[in-house]
């Protein structure tokens, strides 16, 4: 997923833009796990050294992420365990990557 293009005015963290590696790690904790915002924002603030809060988060999957075109190929995969999507397979492993890191009881898929 190119977010270089993507327009930062709104949705910028208290640190600077989002990263792609940021979108995959929002996409994977809200999609793969039963976290809540809050929790979403803890793992990301440990993982990134960032300062940005759950609204942030929040923000960026409800107004950049939620609905494109790799977040449908996320759930495509999260149903049918099927890679079918060979242009964003890079970022779907990323994502299955960030989830090994949690608990078979922390993880939806």
Known sequence: MDT???QHTT???AHGRFTEENDIFIIALYM???FKWKKIQDEFRARFKSKANHKDIESRWYKRLKG???VLAVDDFRHTRILKDDQHRDAI???VAVLAAYSAAERAF
């Open 4 to 6: 270089s293009t993507a």
């Open 11 to 13: 949705d910028e963290m």
């Open 32 to 34: 793969g796990t039963s």
């Open 68 to 70: 494109s075109e790799l």
């Open 93 to 95: 492993l990323a994502v």
